[in-house]
Structures are given as structure tokens and as C-alpha cells.
């Protein structure tokens, strides 16, 4: 039986896994209290897609979208599918952040190359990705279950038409080159812009390869087969890595715009494209596998998409200014490299686009590893509460979720916090990329890491208004919300040394999550009678709490293996050592303040050994 169907027979044991498990483990121990009803939602919530954090700056993956849109409630062994597949797409595209660091370094090679893989992405996500969570994955859920033929007609008119129009954006961006590269980073010039013109060329071939990734994506989840398209970015990123490593034996360590050649960017350039193709070549073998057959079509008269695009206008406004968001970051943080090159008089490392990806990926890694699950879960909780007409219960949903993603990503905040640079030493120092601009990596990271709780805050915030069937609120949210992250990332420009930019990117970045979150507090909290916000703000401290004494201990670690002579193996001993009994601390002094979420936990894993340990 494929790992992608649950088998029904199995499905009171196999919704004891992951994420699901605590959220009913929390909920038999925080009864709902006396019914609030009245609540009605926007429109039909299965009228709306999930676009995800809308705003991915490259080749990392969101998760989220159409997975969460397309399980049923209940189908928790779906959700540990996604989440394992989720851990290893993300270990892996870890691996391949590390290997291209290496190869290119964080001066301008390596801010030239993270331009020229950015927009391949943010064209594909800003022109037709967006459409495909928001609009297609919902759209084709319906058509499936009321049309007479399962929906096969209005896929295939979805498939031809999207196909001829990638096609067509392909051709387009690849002759647009040059002036792309003058919109995402116009300070750009001589070597270097050739070089991001040459690298952009062969990575813009990848957008056909995308959205055909992007389509079977969606096809597989609206079949409720979402193991492939978790693991298939694994291929990509594994090719992706190996390109990495050839270019760094062929070209050697060191090189800059000036003395790296045509035909070594071409190894890398076209390497990186095949890991797009077979990345797609999977998904697609695996819709053939699951019984999708195409015949091309390109009429789309009576399919109903045109309306179905119409009604998702708000969502594309929030994806419209999130990748404004990422254009602008982009600008700055490329500029802000040149202004420190020029003032240095060479090349200076880590001050650029690719010391600001490298954080970003890091970032990212708690939030898209704990959100899979709890996400997946709650979404068609909230969906199911809200049809009902349950305010109480969907303010519920939403606390519980956030307290419980809380009580992992508090002590991995703080972890980050403490263990940036070491643990950037540890992974990034190597080949072309120094200790030094490992460094400012994990310096960078250090900013982040305040950004992951307003993050995720904003992220399950969304989730509510999706429940809702709203749209039009975050797209409104977003305009003030995006005004600030660029107002910022502006102001920076002007405010700030040019080689310290970087360091003020991720507030801006993070600004745009604050806000965002602050806005739809205000509204819902009106909607919803409340957001449970004294339970909340009662957790987080506790949690926080519980984590002072793991974040003493780190520090004492990285102060004291720091004292030994040398780089990597002190900041290596200084994550594994604080690292586990950082960790280890936690959960005992959690346990001893009985901090009721880490009992969730515990409680759920006493629960899983005493049924392993029967008869």
C-alpha cells in the first residue's frame, strides 16, 4: 500500500503521532467551556487555498500550502507523512546552503549567484505559484468531488493552459535576463553583473521545471498523496549539492566574479536547473503512478476557473506584497555589499544577499519543521469549528496551537540566540567560505532568532482567517505590513554602515510579521469574542522561564569551550555539549513548574510507551 493512503482500520493508532497527539492530549485536558455560537464565516472556507508564507526568497520550499488545504480532518498519519518528509527536505536543503557557501563564499560571487537563484522563484511565485495554493488546490477539491467525471476535464484544461503559459514565462524571462537582474539588484555592474546575468539566464530555464513541480504537487494533494511532494525536493537538493561540490573541485576554493570563468558558473548554473528537472520528473512520475492521465486541452469555457481566480484577488494582494517585500530585500542587501566593497576597496565578505539567505534558511528550519504538523492539523479543526458556528472553539484551536508550537520553538529561539555563531562555524566555515564570514552568518542569525515567535504568531493568525473563508483581511493587513518592512529596509540604506546592513535586514524582515500580527490581533480578537490572550501571555512567560536556566548553561559553554585554541572543534563542542544539556535542562525545570504544555508532551509520550511496553 503506498505510505501516501492511511489505511482506516489503523487510523485510531496512527492518530497518536506527531503534533496531533498533543493537540488531543491538550484538549482532554482543557475542556471547552459553555458554547459561543453566532460565528459565520467570510464565504465557503474550501473556497480558499493557503498560499503559505508567500514570500520564500529561493529554492526552500513552503510546505504548508496545499497539503493543509487538501487533508481531511483526522488524517494524522498523513501529517507525520508530511512531517518526516518535511525533516529530511529541509536537512537536505540545510546540506545544500552549506555546500554552496562553500563553494562560493558570502562576497560577491556568492551574493551574485543567491540574486540570480532568487528570481527565478519570486518570478515563478509572484506570476503563477501563488494561483496554485490560493486558487487551483481548492478549486480542484470541489470539481472533484461534484463533477460527474471526478474532475478529470477541468484538469486537463488546467494542465494544457498553465503548461503553454509557463512555457511562454519561461521563454519571456530568459531573454529578460538583464533586466531582471536590474530589478532585484540594479547596483550591479561589470564583472559582476555579467556574471549574475550569465547565472540568471541558465536558472530562469527552471521556471517551466517549477511549475510543473507546482502542478503535480497539486494534483498529488487534491488525491490526498502528500508523501511525494514532501520528499521529492530531496532529489533536487542532493543534485543541487553535488553540482556544488564538482564546481569546488573543478574551480577550487577562492574564486570571485573576476577570476571564475564562463564554463565553471555553466557547471554550476545548469547543474542546479537539473535538480529542478528531476524534481519534477518525480512528482510527475508519481501523479502517472496514482492513475492521472493527460490529454491536452485548452479551452477553459464553463471550468469555472475565471471566477475561482476572481474570488481570490485579496490572496493575491498578500502574495503581491510579500514578494515586493522580498524584491526590495533584495536590492538593499546586494547594494549594501557593493557600497561596503567600494568603501573597502575589494570584495567584503558578509555584508551581502548571501550572508542574508544563509540566516534565513536557518530561521526558517524550526518553524517549517513544528508547522507542518500543527498546521495541517488545526486548519481543518478551525475549518470544521467555524462551519459549526463555534467561536469558542476556534479561539481555542488557535491558543492551544500557538502555546503548543510555543513550547518547542521558545527554548530553539533562545537556543539559536546563544548558539548562532558557534553553530555557524560549525556548519558554514569551510572551502571559500572563512570563519570570519561564518560569523556574520550566525551574527545575522542572532537577529533572526528574536523574529521566530512573531513568525509563527503571524503564520497560525493567517490560518484563522483561511478557517474564516476571509481573504480580504490579510491582503488588507499586508499593504501597511509590507509599507513598514520596506520603509525600513530603506531607511537602512541611509541610517547605517554599509558593511552593517545586513545585520538590520532581519528586523525589517521581521517588522513585516509584527505588524501583520498586530493588525489581525485587532480584528479577530473582535470576531472571535477574545484570542485567549491571558492563557497565552501566562504560557510564554513560563516557558521562557523554564528556559533561563538551559540558556545559562549554553552561554557557559560556548564562554568556556571558546577559551580553547582553535575554531571549528571548540564551537562544534560548544553546540553538542550546551546543545543537549541546554535541552535536557528545559524540559526538567519545565517539569518541576509544571508548565502544562510541556505535560502535554510528556503525558503523550508516557502514553506511547505504555502501549509499546502491553500485551
Known sequence: MPMDEPDQKDEPERRRVLMPAVIEEAERAEPPGEPEIGLVPVRDPGDVGDPGTADRPGSERDEIGGAAQAAPPGVAHSSAVMAIGTVFSRATGFLRTVVIGAALGTALLGDAYQAAEMIPYTVYELLLGGLLASVFVPFLVKRRMRDADGGAATERRLLGVVLLALAVLTVAAVLAADQLISLYAGGYEGRQREVAVLLTRLLLVQIFFIGVSGLASTLLNVRRRFGAPMWAPVVNNLITM??????????????????????????????????????????????????????????????????????????????????????????????????????????????GLATYKFALVVFQLPYAIIAVSVITALLPRMSAHVADGRRDLVRDDFSRGLRLSSALLVPLWLGMLVFAVPGSVTFFAYGSLSVDGARRIGAVLMVFAVMVLPFTLHQLLMRVFYALGDTRTPGLIAVPAGIAQAVTAFALMWLVPARQIVLGLPVAYGLFYLVGAAGAVIVLRRRLGGMDGRRILVALTRLHLAALPAVAFGAAAVWGFGQLPGDRVPALLAVVVGGLGGGALYFATARLMKVPEIGYFTAMAASRIRRSGGP
Open 242 to 351: 553535488a553540482a556544488g561540490l564538482l564546481f569546488l573541485w573543478v574551480a577550487g576554493r577562492g574564486r570571485t566574479t573576476e577570476t571564475v570563468t564562463d564554463g565553471q558558473l555553466a557547471l554550476l548554473g545548469l547543474g542546479s536547473a537539473f535538480g529542478t528537472v528531476a524534481q519534477s520528473a518525480v512528482l510527475a512520475w508519481t501523479l502517472r503512478s496514482a492513475g492521472f492521465r493527460w490529454r491536452p486541452r485548452l479551452d477553459l469555457r464553463g471550468s469555472g476557473l475565471g471566477e475561482a481566480v476572481r474570488a481570490a484577488s485579496w490572496m493575491l494582494l498578500y502574495i503581491v506584497v510579500a514578494q515586493v517585500g522580498v524584491l526590495v530585500t533584495a536590492n538593499v542587501a546586494t547594494r549594501a555589499a557593493d557600497r561596503a566593497a567600494e568603501a573597502a576597496g575589494g570584495p567584503v565578505a558578509g555584508s
